[in-house]
């Protein structure tokens, strides 16, 4: 039985991390102007539609931010949260908790996305540079806004542009001390 528990536990955990992050790269895509004709924008938009439709008429957006992605990932993971939660055996989390916690691991994923685009995007600019690939082209548009200010800081050297390098360092701080000091303090007084 345990084993079973396991496989369950693994597939929600995973289809709920996925589908959150298919709905932050639609927020993140309307949020840099993406190509909203990329076939990779298109299976995003696809995918998050028969959700996303029904908080639009609910939830307006806000100076450009489409308030509905955010709120619909942040849904996708209290969900998420409380199932995994109540597969383990422990009832009910503390809603506040709870709240809190998902809007940490919102946080959380958009750093992943970022980060591994990021390390994507290095690797294919090693592999084949100046690539027409729409996954290029949107990981190009999604980074290009981050990238911009870290190259006034490092412009290029010689030709080798190590923004990059920076954002990644940049990343690797949020994800491995900002984002759990930050979930330290905010759940400290759920503990």
């Known amino acids: 039985m345990n084993l079973l528990f ?9 289809v709920s991390y996925l589908y959150t992050v298919i709905i932050l790269l639609r927020f993140l895509f309307q949020l840099v102007r993406a190509d909203f004709y990329n076939p990779l924008s298109q299976a995003v938009i696809k995918l998050t539609n028969p959700l996303l ?52 691991s919102l946080i959380s994923i958009i750093v992943d996305i970022y980060f591994w685009g990021l390390l994507i995007m290095v690797i294919a600019s090693w592999i084949a540079p100046q690539s027409y690939n729409p996954a290029m082209l949107l990981l190009r548009q999604l980074f290009e806004p981050v990238l ?44």
Do not use: E
């Open 6 to 14: 396991n496989i369950i536990f693994f597939i929600l955990q995973t």
């Open 53 to 104: 439709i029904p908080f639009r008429k609910i939830i307006p957006g806000l100076y450009g931010f489409d308030l509905a992605c955010i709120v619909l990932a942040l849904l996708v993971q209290i969900a998420a949260h409380q199932t995994l939660w109540m597969l383990s055996g422990r009832g009910f989390l503390n809603p506040a908790a709870l709240i809190l916690g998902s809007f940490i």
């Open 148 to 191: 911009m200010p870290l190259r006034r800081i490092l412009p290029p050297q010689g030709g080798l542009d190590f923004s990059p390098l920076l954002a990644g360092m940049i990343l690797f701080i949020a994800k491995d001390m900002l984002v759990p000091a930050l979930t330290r303090t905010l759940m400290a007084p759920f503990a």
